[in-house]
Structures are given as C-alpha cells and as structure tokens.
C-alpha cells in the first residue's frame, strides 16, 4: 500500500511538472514499462529493466510522435 501511495505522489508531481514547464522546454514524457512481471522495489532484475526501458525508448522515438490528451504534452 505504501509503494502504490508513493506512485501516486510521484505521478500527479510529474504531471504538475510536465504542465508547469509545458511552452518552455521540449518535453518528451514516456510511459513506464508495462506490463512488470517483477516488482518496481526488486532490483535484482535492475539490468533487465534497463535494456528493455531502452528499446523501448529507441522505439518510441523512432515512431510517430504522439501527444497525451488535453496537455499539449509529448509522448
């Protein structure tokens, strides 16, 4: 319960961020990996997440540009 309530606090101060600095900066904000067969708090599978955040990434940018709804804000 403790780890989703974090969760929450972090994602609504991103979005506070993403829509202080929108006009400011180019601002590229991508989902998290989903799903996750381990826990966010195991980093015994640190490596693993990493190269799969990166093809992710390399994915995302190399695709069309998408915007989330209502923010103005880059996916």
């Given at each position: 319960?403790?780890?989703?309530?974090?969760?929450?606090?972090?994602?609504?101060?991103?979005?506070?961020?993403?829509?202080?600095?929108?006009?400011?900066?180019?601002?590229?904000?991508?989902?998290?990996?989903?799903?996750?067969?381990?826990?966010?708090?195991?980093?015994?599978h640190?490596?693993?997440?990493i190269?799969?955040?990166?093809?992710?990434?390399?994915?995302?940018?190399?695709?069309?540009?998408?915007?989330?709804?209502?923010?103005?804000?880059?996916?």
């Amino acid at each position: 319960m403790a780890l989703h309530s974090l969760n929450l606090m972090i994602e609504s101060r991103l979005a506070a961020d993403v829509e202080r600095l929108r006009g400011e900066v180019e601002l590229h904000v991508l989902p998290h990996p989903c799903p996750l067969a381990v826990s966010p708090a195991d980093f015994s599978h640190g490596g693993e997440l990493i190269k799969r955040a990166r093809l992710t990434v390399r994915r995302r940018l190399a695709g069309p540009e998408r915007r989330i709804a209502g923010t103005g804000s880059v996916l």
